[in-house]
């Protein structure tokens, strides 16, 4: 190499880094070093998030977990999605009536004593104003060859929302596809009727972009970038019964430079968590396409499998295994992801 072309090229090579230096100082994120192969881990801290932009989604204990979520922090909330999952306490704190009544369907689920529950909770303000959730949207979703959780424990749900005011018209509800018990997508995981890990299954239905559309009216799918998914650690605050030691969250380009952006959490299923398939839900869910392009922050909490007797299966708690308080905002699981909202920015009442 002449003396001329190397000065060139070393002056290139300085631009090169003087410019991603200043990308990187754009950043309003700060990352750490990468515990996972290949994957940054995230300081948490305040982003720029959209007043009333707070929405979930999940699918079977996460379908549970962002229902209770859905309705214990209705001030913040504007909509849920829900694959598989059922109505808010339909365990009632017993795991007998959490097999028998809201996955068997062999007992009948006993709305108005639900209902009372929730009055209940608003009265001792261990959940928000239960008239904050006919102003939801909602997305839902149960397929005719699920067997896990019966269809007829999502149509359950779909008479609570009603019974809280919740419009006809402000619930996209589909009951009619052959699918197993997964969440559904239109490009990742197991055929559509299968019921098996990773409990994803590609059914030709946009699963992601249904439940942000539904939400949001207005989503655009676009490409989901590797490098704007990380982890970060669910310690302290951010950590309840049975959680693991890092969460995920998908922070596109845009609002890691400070656009205003919309956020949505997303809970995993049992045996869902990464502890059990690796990335596969917190990358194939069809979220993070979406989100990329419509401006949407993605967290995904993570459960592991606790005891034996308890939580075996590292599902989120709907039945009770971290007490009584499940479901509301003394819940250490509900307060957990709810702190980590909060803490980036959301205005959700903790
Ligand atoms: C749900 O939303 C999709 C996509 O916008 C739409 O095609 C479908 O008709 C809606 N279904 C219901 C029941 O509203
Ligand atoms: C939907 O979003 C796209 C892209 O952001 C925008 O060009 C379009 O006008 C929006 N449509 C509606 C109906 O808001």
Redesign the pocket.
Known sequence: MKVSSFAVFALVLVLLMVVSMTSALKLNIQKTSSPMAGRSNVVIKKLNIQPHSLSVSGISSGGFMAVQFQMAYSAAIVGAGVFAGGPFFCSQGQMAYAFDQCMYAALPIDLDSLQQTLQQYASQNVIDPIANIKNHKVFMFSGTSDNTVNPSVMKALFEQYRKLGVPAANI??TFTVPAGHAWITNDYGNDCSITQSPWINNCNFPGGQ?VL??IYGNVTVGKAQDSNLFTYDQSNSFSGTDMDSKGYIYIPTACQQNTQCKIHVSFHGCEQGASYVQEQFVQHTGLNEVAERSNIIVVYPQVSSGQMFSNPNGCWDWFAYSGQNFANKQGSQMAAVANLVKALGSDIIV
Do not use: I, Q, V, W
């Open positions: 996209n509800a249904r559309g539904a």
